[in-house]
């Protein structure tokens, strides 16, 4: 007689086996018991009333709901690249590099040189003999090579000169234009332009110029060097070059303008030929390697004292993605600093070679700094790292009461529980004696 196995007893050993290789849920239960997350374990023990898990477990849901809530607002607020500007008052123990400072006459052309004949001994030796003289002598009549330019390439220069009409205009643009020799508006403005100098000496009595340094530098023509611009030729103070040579700039120690560079000139208001506004100055102050902007300066007229305090700001700009995008460019041909000015500038000057094949009595003005300090405005992120993460522990610390070791508790029991996956499990088999 061959005896039966009682099934009951396989049974429960396979629910124990089942047991056994599913410890995920009594896992859970001692992890979430002992876990520092606020109110978890009041939702697991078994032993609490269904009530008061259920009030647990609603309130862990909303504290949840909270801070993945906030923690994505924060996220955003990150993601959005905010800037904020720290501003700090620095004052250099050296004194602060004063500016360039460009002194042009609003009369564009001296009357005397635009008047002088090409028999006069000053012709040559003011170099009054440019590009377009000898080629327009035979058509000019009785003008001057200054009234003949005048009279061809300026606006209003049939108001400026006599006996310059159209047809006067139209022989000598049409001399030019077969010439070999191309007109050149660069060299007309320079060598016919209004000397800020006038004899070419400061040390006439009608004239004084003086840098406040370390002891009194009085400053002469040497220190300023000529520079074209759109208003025709200026001067410019402390350039960094003395002619083609590299010198160092000077620096101000003292506050004010009449210790920064106070200087007399003559207007010379009797050489006034064509002037955009008014007889006087235009001073514009710039940094040595910007582009000097004509327009940007304040104006001076004949008979006063103007007293201008500068004041130096720096700005610091945060590069992409932040908003203010500030990047590095190459420089503009002949400029070394980029300003959005000279950009304008190369611009205008780039559509007019593509289109047209060219480029196109006393005054005292005092410059000087009000502060031996300067503003310096630096934009910083406003959400950075740390205060993402601050955010993040805070919202972590104010809604689930845990930290960052409990994130480590939660990766402990992950690690755990898949050892307890990979590891063999000793599986109990039932056997009966036969």
């Given at each position: 007689?061959?005896?039966?196995?009682?099934?009951?007893?396989?049974?429960?050993?396979?629910?124990?086996?089942?047991?056994?290789?599913?410890?995920?849920?009594?896992?859970?239960?001692?992890?979430?018991?002992?876990?520092?997350?606020?109110?978890?374990?009041?939702?697991?023990?078994?032993?609490?009333?269904?009530?008061?898990?259920?009030?647990?477990?609603?309130?862990?849901?909303?504290?949840?709901?909270?801070?993945?809530?906030?923690?994505?607002?924060?996220?955003?607020?990150?993601?959005?690249?905010?800037?904020?500007?720290?501003?700090?008052?620095?004052?250099?123990?050296?004194?602060?590099?004063?500016?360039?400072?460009?002194?042009?006459?609003?009369?564009?052309?001296?009357?005397?040189?635009?008047?002088?004949?090409?028999?006069?001994?000053?012709?040559?030796?003011?170099?009054?003999?440019?590009?377009?003289?000898?080629?327009?002598?035979?058509?000019?009549?009785?003008?001057?090579?200054?009234?003949?330019?005048?009279?061809?390439?300026?606006?209003?220069?049939?108001?400026?000169?006599?006996?310059?009409?159209?047809?006067?205009?139209?022989?000598?643009?049409?001399?030019?234009?077969?010439?070999?020799?191309?007109?050149?508006?660069?060299?007309?403005?320079?060598?016919?332009?209004?000397?800020?100098?006038?004899?070419?000496?400061?040390?006439?009595?009608?004239?004084?110029?003086?840098?406040?340094?370390?002891?009194?530098?009085?400053?002469?023509?040497?220190?300023?060097?000529?520079?074209?611009?759109?208003?025709?030729?200026?001067?410019?103070?402390?350039?960094?070059?003395?002619?083609?040579?590299?010198?160092?700039?000077?620096?101000?120690?003292?506050?004010?303008?009449?210790?920064?560079?106070?200087?007399?000139?003559?207007?010379?208001?009797?050489?006034?030929?064509?002037?955009?506004?008014?007889?006087?100055?235009?001073?514009?102050?710039?940094?040595?390697?910007t582009f000097v902007n004509y327009h940007s300066g304040f104006k001076v007229q004949p008979g006063t004292h103007a007293s201008v305090a500068v004041?130096?700001?720096?700005?610091?700009?945060?590069?992409?993605?932040?908003?203010?995008?500030?990047?590095?460019?190459?420089?503009?041909?002949?400029?070394?600093?980029?300003?959005?000015?000279?950009?304008?500038?190369?611009?205008?000057?780039?559509?007019?070679?593509?289109?047209?094949?060219?480029?196109?009595?006393?005054?005292?003005?005092?410059?000087?700094?009000?502060?031996?300090?300067?503003?310096?405005?630096?934009?910083?992120?406003?959400?950075?790292?740390?205060?993402?993460?601050?955010?993040?522990?805070?919202?972590?610390?104010?809604?689930?009461?845990?930290?960052?070791?409990?994130?480590?508790?939660?990766?402990?029991?992950?690690?755990?529980?898949?050892?307890?996956?990979?590891?063999?499990?000793?599986?109990?088999?039932?056997?009966?004696?036969?």
């Amino acid at each position: 007689m061959i005896p039966v196995e009682s099934t009951e007893p396989a049974t429960a050993s396979f629910k124990e086996v089942i047991k056994s290789k599913s410890p995920l849920l009594s896992k859970w239960r001692e992890f979430a018991t002992n876990t520092t997350v606020h109110g978890l374990r009041y939702v697991i023990q078994t032993s609490l009333p269904s009530y008061r898990r259920m009030v647990w477990a609603l309130l862990l849901v909303a504290a949840s709901g909270a801070y993945f809530y906030n923690s994505t607002r924060s996220f955003k607020k990150y993601f959005s690249r905010p800037i904020k500007t720290e501003i700090s008052q620095e004052t250099p123990l050296d004194g602060l590099k004063f500016p360039a400072v460009t002194i042009c006459n609003l009369n564009q052309f001296m009357k005397m040189k635009i008047d002088t004949t090409d028999e006069d001994e000053y012709f040559e030796k003011l170099g009054l003999n440019i590009s377009g003289c000898s080629e327009t002598r035979r058509v000019r009549g009785n003008l001057t090579c200054g009234q003949a330019l005048l009279c061809a390439f300026v606006d209003f220069g049939p108001l400026l000169v006599d006996n310059c009409d159209f047809s006067t205009r139209h022989r000598i643009m049409s001399v030019l234009n077969h010439s070999k020799r191309i007109y050149d508006e660069k060299e007309f403005l320079s060598k016919y332009g209004h000397d800020l100098f006038g004899d070419r000496s400061m040390s006439g009595p009608s004239k004084y110029c003086v840098f406040e340094d370390e002891e009194q530098i009085k400053c002469s023509e040497q220190h300023f060097v000529p520079i074209v611009t759109n208003g025709g030729i200026c001067y410019t103070f402390n350039s960094g070059y003395n002619g083609s040579a590299k010198i160092e700039l000077f620096r101000s120690l003292y506050e004010g303008s009449d210790l920064g560079l106070p200087i007399a000139l003559d207007v010379q208001t009797n050489e006034s030929t064509f002037s955009s506004s008014s007889s006087g100055l235009s001073v514009i102050v710039h940094d040595q390697d910007t582009f000097v902007n004509y327009h940007s300066g304040f104006k001076v007229q004949p008979g006063t004292h103007a007293s201008v305090a500068v004041k130096l700001t720096q700005y610091k700009r945060l590069p992409s993605p932040y908003r203010t995008n500030c990047s590095k460019v190459d420089s503009l041909a002949g400029i070394k600093s980029y300003t959005k000015d000279g950009c304008i500038y190369q611009c205008r000057s780039n559509h007019s070679m593509d289109k047209c094949g060219c480029r196109r009595d006393y005054a005292l003005p005092g410059v000087g700094f009000q502060y031996l300090s300067y503003e310096k405005r630096e934009d910083v992120p406003s959400h950075t790292n740390e205060s993402l993460f601050g955010e993040l522990g805070g919202n972590m610390g104010l809604f689930l009461g845990c930290s960052v070791l409990t994130i480590c508790e939660f990766l402990d029991f992950l690690w755990e529980l898949l050892l307890s996956k990979i590891r063999p499990h000793p599986v109990a088999v039932n056997t009966t004696p036969a």
